[in-house]
Structure formats: structure tokens, C-alpha cells
């Protein structure tokens, strides 16, 4: 109810820090808004859903200041709680939302995070038929066949999302939903002074992002500043005309067109501007869903393949609503009602919804809750089914959040079975994000595990991510094993990313081995690290004195120097133990000559 206008508040100051994947986030903002504005026509009312996109909302209000489309960007404070309050109806109106606009032409489209849509769906039920088809809904990650999402946006977070299907990337905006708010969820509406007002509960219930005001305005403020910069009022400009370039062409029955298209998709592949590209390119063909355009090409038509199936059937939550009503209460409030279900310690009921697998987001708020220390009993057992039942996504979303903590240094076993269940992108988490933490020192049969594991991604971002870390300088054994069951990939990795770490350069071992095995580009990269006083570090700084053809050879010629030294001369034997002279000079020679004393 009182939190602050976004065009009221003074830029922030240059330098403050909101850490790194604020950065990623902020870029994505500009990213969605811009395409939303290209996407949609001018007299379209946009209704962002707090609190989850209230930041987006905020964007909106400041590429739209001064603008005609300034009075159609609007904020809803509407959540599971509240989204069949008897006076949401009201509130709504309010907002310009009802029967009588609705029929007069208003076009309103509810602007929400993911995933199904439950929100804007329960919202329409309490409009005609002919009211809801002019209620539509964009999500950023969509697992509602009916609503299309923004890889505009998810592209800033995960460069992949053009090859997966967007419902796998809620992982993804995992950090986005848990962003600090200002405000509590709403849980009903009040009329007072004549408006409604959402009401939050005094005490918050839900993990969905801690509530401090602070921080929410220093995130405002640095929108503000982020806004002020001409660069991101270039960029954003750009992409909104990017996209509306895309709709001419991609409605255009030219074949010319369709050439033009393929081509620019095919030269910038692989590139920054080549993914946002293609992202807009699907995101443009999605949204036909919401009935803006139809296109006259498909993404075949292009050269891209199919990431995702408009045919899939609706999500499983409705399906487990439908067969099983006495679940509808959990199901539609997940964020109130499934931390309320471990306070009272309903293992049953838990139970049923880890089985019933229902979505990502009942997933995640389960993982929360159920991960939220070292177990034992009946906890500990649905820990243990959760790992070995769940869907990849949640597996995915476990190695990258939740061990991640200290005190999972006591569930080796539950790490253990992870890495035997999980998929790659598991095992990839796991080396970015879980093994680089210092509580994993002790860790290593684990580890040993991952590495054997036969994805040479995983094994690059161990070498990467993990051991440059100082709490693995007693897993020497780890790091060569690493590197013997590996190639030339990862050893370009361990060349650039550990070995330049001080406790890497010390393991005599690693080292060795790769210098015998790395060709003359490996043996340069660590040659340019070689900095103790150590044979192998004297051989390595004197390889760059070689050419780079004879470098390998030379490089042998040395190692086997080392492996077989010359013998040294025997030293002369003191007097004082040198045999009589009746003993035989063999007997002297063999007990003392070799021993040099």
C-alpha cells in the first residue's frame, strides 16, 4: 500500500554493489519490457502481478515517463491468497478491470514470472466468456501451453534457453523470485477512504523473498540510475525496434524475407546478438497465442529447431486439482500452505505431493523446506525419495541452491545419491556452485564420484570452479585422477583456471602429469603460471624459450632428466671408518662406498 513510486526516487550512486546476478537480472528487465511494448499495440493496458513483477512494473514506469503509454502500465497486488477475496472484483475495477470495460474494448494483459498462470486464471473466472478473451496473459517462464514466455528475458540468465523447452528453465529465475520486496503478499482487500486496499498479514508465511525496504529502494534507485545511462536507453530502444522488425518480416509471405532472416539468424549464431536474436524470433512466434499476429513462417522455416511442444497437455497441477479436490487448498496457495504443512509435521500429505510431482514450483517450495537441514526419521526417508523420484529440473535446482549451505557437510549420502541419479546439468551445478564451497574439504568420496562421471562440462567447471578453490589443496589424488581420465579440453582448463592458484602450483603431481601429456599450446598457458622454484617450474619457464614445434619433444627430453638423474660420485670414505687393512677392499666398498659415509 505504500510502496514508493519508482519515478519518485532519486538515482542511486554510482559503484553500489547488488551483487553479480543482479546485473544479469536488470539487463534481462529492459529486455522484456522492450519486447513487450514491440510485441503489443499502444492501447494495450499491461497489469504486472506484484510482487513478483514489481521490478518489472518499475522498468515499465520509466521507459513509459512523459509517454501516452505512461496511464497503461499498471501494478496488481494479487496472490495466491487473495485471488479469490470477495472484494478482488472491486479492486480490480479500480483498477480498470471489469464487465463494462472489458466489453467496451479494453485490451489488458497480465504480465507475471511463471509458471502456470494461476493467478491470472483464477482472476478471469470471475468474468463472462466474452470478457476473458480480451484477458491474456505473457509469463517470463511458461509451463501453460496457453501462455506464451520471454526468452528476451531469460536469455540474460541462461544462454541455452533457445535449445530447452522455457518450461525447464524455472531454475533459471529461481534468484528473481527471491529477490527482497517491500511488502508482504497481499491476503485480501480492505475498502477504506473510498478505495481497496491489499492487505498483507503482520507475520509473513511464505519463502518467496525476504521483505526489506532498504534494500527494495537501493534495487529502485539503482533502476532509476540504470535508466539514466544513455547506453541502456540505446539498447533498449534497439531491441523494441529489433522486434517490431521481426513482426514485419515474420508476417511478410516474401520469400525474400524469409531469406533475409535466416541468414542474419545463421551469421550472428553463437553470439551475444545472435541469442537475443533468436530468442525474440521464438518469443514473437509464441506470443501468436495471445492472437497479435499471425506469422507467415515457422521456426523451420528458419533453420531453427523446435524447443518446445504447443501441443503438451496442461499442467499436471490442474489435472491433480480436478481428480483430487481436498489437495485444491494446497495446490492453489503452494507458498502459504506448504511451509503450514511442515510446521505441523503432515508427512502424509508431503509425501503425497513429492510422489504426485506435480510442477517445478510445488517442487521448489518442497525442496525448500524439506532441505532445510541434516534429518533423520521420516524426514529424513522423504529426502531420500524426493532425490531418487524427482524430475531432473528439481535435481538441478537441489545441486544449485541447497547444498550450497553448511550444514549439508552432514549428508554425504544424500549428496551421493544425487550425483548417481542426477543428469548432467546436475553434475554440472554440483562443480560450479556446491563443490567450490569450503564446507566440501571433506567431501572427497563424493567429489571422486562426480569426477568419474563421463561429461567433459562437468569436468571442465571442476577444474574451472572447484579446485582453484584453497579447501582442496590436500585432494592431490582427486586433481590427478581428474586429469588422467581426461583430455585435452579439460586440461586447457586446469592450465588456465587452477593451476595459477598458489596451492596448485605446489602439487607436484598434477603437474607433472599434465606436463607430460598437454601438447605445446597447454605447455605455454602454464608456463606463463610457473612461479616456484621447483624443477618442474624451471623446466616449464624454459619451455618458452623453445619454438612451439619443438616444444613437446624438448619438454620429454627434460622430464626424463628428472625421472633419471645421474649418479652422483662416491664420496671419499672418512678415515675414521675405513677397514683395517687386512679386510677386503670389497667388504669396504660395499658397506660403505654406495652410502657415501
Not at 46 to 73: C, H, I, P
Not at 142 to 166: G, K, T
Not at 407 to 414: A, K, S
Request: proline share 6%; hydrophobic share 35%.
Amino acid at each position: 500500500m505504500d510502496r514508493p513510486d519508482v519515478l519518485s526516487l532519486q538515482a542511486a550512486k554510482k559503484g553500489k554493489d547488488l551483487g553479480p546476478p543482479w546485473k544479469s537480472l536488470k539487463a534481462a528487465h529492459f529486455s522484456f519490457v522492450a519486447e513487450l511494448f514491440a510485441l503489443y499495440p499502444e492501447d494495450t493496458h499491461f497489469y504486472f502481478l506484484a510482487r513478483d513483477a514489481e521490478y518489472l512494473y518499475d522498468v515499465a514506469r520509466l521507459v513509459t515517463r512523459d509517454s501516452a503509454r505512461s496511464g497503461r502500465v499498471h501494478l496488481l497486488n494479487v496472490s495466491h491468497a487473495s485471488m479469490r477475496d470477495g472484494n478482488l472484483k472491486g479492486y480490480l475495477q479500480e483498477n480498470g478491470i471489469s464487465e463494462e470495460s472489458l466489453a467496451a474494448g479494453r485490451k489488458a494483459i497480465f504480465i507475471d514470472t511463471g509458471f502456470s498462470g494461476t493467478i491470472p486464471g483464477a482472476i478471469a473466472e470471475g468474468f463472462s466468456k466474452e470478457a476473458r478473451a480480451r484477458l491474456k496473459t505473457h509469463l517470463i517462464a511458461s509451463s501453460n501451453p496457453h501462455h506464451p514466455s520471454s526468452r528476451a528475458f531469460l536469455v540474460h540468465l541462461n544462454p541455452s534457453v533457445n535449445e530447452s523447452e522455457v518450461d525447464r528453465m524455472h531454475g533459471s529465475i529461481a534468484t528473481y523470485e527471491h529477490m527482497t520486496r517491500y511488502t508482504g503478499h497481499s491476503s485480501s482487500y480492505v475498502y477504506v477512504v473510498d478505495r481497496y486496499h491489499p492487505i498483507s498479514r503482520a507475520i509473513r508465511t511464505s519463502d518467496d523473498g525476504s521483505i526489506d525496504k532498504k534494500r527494495n529502494r537501493q534495487i529502485m534507485r539503482d533502476l532509476v540510475a540504470e535508466w539514466q545511462k544513455p547506453g541502456t536507453k540505446a539498447r533498449f530502444k534497439e531491441e523494441r525496434k529489433q522486434m517490431k522488425r521481426l513482426l514485419r518480416l515474420l508476417t511478410s509471405a516474401d520469400d525474400e524475407a524469409r531469406a533475409t532472416l535466416a541468414a542474419e539468424l545463421e551469421r550472428k549464431k553463437n553470439t551475444p546478438q545472435g541469442r537475443l536474436l533468436e530468442a525474440q524470433v521464438r518469443d514473437a512466434l509464441d506470443a501468436q497465442k495471445n492472437d497479435i499476429f499471425r506469422a507467415k513462417m515457422t521456426l523451420e522455416d528458419l533453420g531453427l529447431k523446435a524447443a518446445s511442444d504447443d501441443s503438451s497437455p496442461a499442467p499436471k497441477r490442474k489435472e491433480l486439482i480436478a481428480k483430487y479436490p481436498e489437495w485444491s487448498a494446497v495446490l492453489e496457495n503452494p507458498d502459504d500452505e506448504i511451509p503450514r504443512l511442515f510446521k505441523d509435521e503432515n508427512w502424509q500429505m508431503i509425501g503425497n505431493l513429492i510422489g504426485a510431482n506435480a510442477d517445478a514450483e510445488i517442487s521448489r517450495l518442497l525442496v525448500d523446506s524439506l532441505y532445510d537441514g541434516v534429518a533423520t526419521g521420516i524426514k529424513k526417508d522423504l529426502q531420500v525419495f524426493m532425490v531418487k523420484t524427482c524430475d531432473e529440473e528439481t535435481r538441478q535446482y537441489l545441486a544449485r541452491n541447497f547444498f550450497t549451505e553448511p550444514y549439508t557437510q552432514g549428508m554425504e549420502d544424500i549428496l551421493t545419491l544425487l550425483i548417481e541419479t542426477g543428469d548432467a546439468e546436475t553434475w554440472q551445478n554440483l562443480a560450479h556452485f556446491t563443490f567450490p564451497q569450503p564446507h566440501m574439504r571433506r567431501m572427497t568420496a563424493p567429489l571422486r564420484l562426480l569426477i568419474k562421471k563421463d561429461d567433459i562440462l562437468t569436468r571442465q567447471y571442476l577444474v574451472g570452479y572447484t579446485f582453484p578453490q584453497p579447501h582442496t589443496q590436500k585432494m592431490e589424488d582427486l586433481l590427478t585422477l581428474l586429469i588422467e581420465i581426461s583430455d585435452k579440453p579439460v586440461w586447457e582448463h586446469f592450465a588456465m583456471y587452477s593451476f595459477p592458484q598458489p596451492h596448485v602450483q605446489a602439487m607436484k603431481g598434477p603437474t607433472r602429469l599434465l606436463m607430460e601429456k598437454g601438447d605445446s599450446e597447454i605447455l605455454y598457458i602454464l608456463s606463463e603460471s610457473a612461479h616456484l622454484d621447483t624443477p618442474e617450474h624451471r623446466i616449464l619457464r624454459g619451455s618458452r624459450q623453445i619454438p612451439s614445434h619443438q616444444r613437446r619433444e624438448w619438454m620429454k627430453a627434460e622430464l626424463a632428466k628428472l625421472k633419471s638423474p645421474a649418479k652422483k660420485a662416491a664420496q671419499p670414505i672418512p678415515a675414521a671408518l675405513r677397514s683395517p687393512p687386512t679386510a677386503p677392499a670389497v667388504r669396504c666398498e660395499n658397506l660403505f662406498g654406495q652410502a657415501g659415509s
